[in-house]
């Protein structure tokens, strides 16, 4: 879409495809948190790089200390994630890899590589958000992935129900961030 709105179920059904691809062995659907790092490596053969210094990227040399929180680097089957950034919040790291792979699995194809600076991985984005500036189709799209890969609808709805909505328990259960949380639970009712 071009207007800079995301058709997000058809993004939720792409996390939910991927998830339902996960074998039993790595997670059986249920559990909590969503163990985004076994899915990464053991589904999609991707390596997560935790990089103090993301300008170390093959052809990421211009880039400046702290600029970036994500890349992908599809030609390569690697995810590079700000150590600093992903070393301060884990919930962060979770989600700026969840993040990528929604570039891996939707935008990847002719790119070689995608770099994601701090303002384009908003974990309580809305999808509808216009403006000025409005953030690129593609960034929106790879934070709805993360949402839908990391905080599952059909989890959401089982546990919310379970904790009485408690978003410091939901948060602690599902190992995201205040802001992801909130904004998912507003999502969905
Ligand atoms: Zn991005």
Request: glycine letters at 8%; charged letters at 35%; aromatic letters at 6%.
């Amino acid at each position: 879409m071009e207007d800079g709105t995301i058709d997000t179920d058809w993004v939720e059904r792409q996390a939910y495809d991927l998830l339902e691809g996960v074998p039993e062995f790595i997670w059986n659907g249920e559990s909590l948190p969503v163990p985004v790092d076994d899915i990464v490596d053991n589904v999609l053969g991707l390596k997560v790089r935790l990089a103090e210094d993301m300008s170390r990227a093959p052809g990421c040399e211009d880039l400046k200390p702290g600029e970036v929180s994500g890349l992908l680097l599809a030609h390569l089957g690697e995810i590079w994630v700000d150590a600093v950034e992903a070393g301060k919040w884990d919930t962060r790291r979770r989600f700026t890899v969840g993040h990528e792979v929604g570039h891996y699995l939707i935008h990847r194809d002719g790119r070689s590589q995608i770099f994601c600076r701090k303002a384009d991985i908003t974990e309580d984005e809305e999808p509808e958000r216009t403006g000025p500036a409005p953030k690129p189709v593609p960034e929106l799209e790879a934070d709805a992935f993360a949402a839908a890969l990391l905080m599952p609808e059909h989890l959401i709805r089982e546990h919310s129900v379970d904790c009485g909505r408690d978003l410091k328990e939901m948060e602690r259960r599902f190992n995201c961030s205040h802001k992801a949380m909130k904004h998912r639970l507003h999502a969905i009712r």
